[in-house]
């Protein structure tokens, strides 16, 4: 039988940067948080305790970097998506040696998440807002931890966490500041050829 988790609050504490941000939040589920708090300490890649480091509010991304100028026409379509989305979680994976020139290099320890669905949305999003992002080809992730450069290959393929399905019916908009962090709702009914966004069906039943 599938594990399903299913999503209805959103975390005060995540903070992105500057740029807006949107994207689902996972629950923060026993066998996860015990998963970061067991990456050893003298690893993980630090620039003060406020950045980088574990990532102690698991989500992913759908679009970082959203111009703020275009809040307004982000909330319009996220709030035409049909909900409810579904990610599926795949094996434990690193983006290597990624190069920050304030900081310098560090590898991104991340739970790989298998989810056309929110490719489809990265798509609308990036094909209808102006946004800037260094990182133009969209792999959804769970981050779990920034690690010191070649420190967490022992992780790469661990499937602890492989199959597990999330259940989303609200999107995170955060607008750089945790005061600012917002929940939109997905569309709650939706019928088949509505809203001009590209998906067709119920919702739910998009997959």
């Not at 019916?169 to 955060?174: A, I, K, R, T, W």
Request: with cysteine; net charge negative.
């Amino acid at each position: 039988m599938d594990k399903v988790f299913h999503y209805f609050e959103f975390y005060q504490d995540i903070v992105t940067e500057n740029e807006h941000c949107v994207m689902v939040g996972l629950p923060k589920f026993q066998a996860l948080m015990d998963y970061i708090k067991n990456i050893p300490d003298n690893i993980v890649f630090r620039l003060n305790d406020k950045e980088y480091g574990k990532t102690w509010d698991p989500h992913i991304t759908v679009l970082f970097g959203v111009k703020p100028e275009e809040e307004g026409r982000a909330k319009e379509i996220l709030s035409k998506i049909p909900g409810k989305l579904v990610a599926t979680l795949g094996t434990v994976s690193l983006f290597e040696n990624v190069n920050d020139p304030d900081v310098g290099a560090f590898d991104v320890l991340k739970i790989d998440v298998n989810s056309p669905q929110l490719e489809k949305v990265n798509h609308l999003l990036t094909q209808n807002v102006e946004y800037a992002t260094d990182h133009p080809q969209y792999h959804p992730h769970v981050t779990l931890a920034y690690l010191k450069p070649g420190t967490g290959k022992k992780f790469v393929g661990d499937k602890t966490f492989q199959g597990l399905r999330f259940l989303f019916e609200v999107f995170l908009y955060s607008k750089g500041n945790r005061n600012d962090l917002e929940t939109v709702p997905m569309l709650k009914e939706y019928l088949v050829g509505g809203g001009g966004f590209g998906f067709q069906g119920t919702g739910g039943g998009y997959g």
